[in-house]
């Protein structure tokens, strides 16, 4: 069974970025989108200075600043690799969201970091929360494995998202 990570929110967040489970390589690192190949952090640092050269808890500290906050979907599951499609969902154990937006009530959109996050999120998280505020938005996974995009199509839909949420970027 892996074991997710804890939230990373700042004070003022008003946008919650969620993937699905840390894959292989972040969790052995014990960071959020640790695989050199996953474009997260090259598009965090272009839009909101989060660059991946900076230490981690540098990168960490520019997205909260922005008012970002980032988690998982799940908690707790079984997945063989690193593949979202390898995640066994009836092992599938969602983070507690009811108690994380209760905490955080300035989160007004959700951008959900590929398919397989959103169809957790809207199938296992959605159906439990008594109030849902916010909007939800699926973006182009940063994944390695999602290869359909190019890496600047993926960067222009998530400096799109984020200008959509009210999030000031760069360019």
């Known amino acids: 069974m892996l074991q ?46 989060a660059d991946p050269a900076l230490p981690y808890a540098q990168r960490l500290d520019r997205l909260t600043a922005a008012g970002i906050a980032l ?26 969201f009811a ?25 296992i998280v959605l159906p439990t929360l008594a109030v849902q505020e916010f909007a939800c938005v699926r973006l182009p996974s940063t994944s390695p494995a999602h290869a359909s995009l190019r890496a600047e199509q993926k960067r222009q839909a998530w400096r799109e998202a984020l200008r959509a949420a009210g999030i000031a970027t760069a360019r």
Request: proline share 5%; hydrophobic share 45%; net charge positive.
């Open 71 to 96: 988690w998982d979907v799940l908690a707790r599951c079984e997945r063989e690799g690193s593949l979202d499609a390898r995640i066994r969902d009836d092992t599938a154990i969602a983070n507690d």
């Open 99 to 123: 108690g994380f937006f209760a905490s955080q009530p300035g989160i007004r959109t959700v951008l959900l970091n590929g398919g397989k996050a959103e169809q957790s999120f809207r199938r």
């Open 4 to 49: 997710g990570f804890a939230p990373v929110v700042g004070q003022h967040a008003r946008v919650l970025i969620l993937g699905s489970m840390p894959g292989a390589a972040s969790l052995l690192a014990a960071q959020y989108y640790a695989h050199p190949r996953n474009q997260f952090w090259p598009i965090m640092g272009e839009l909101v200075g």
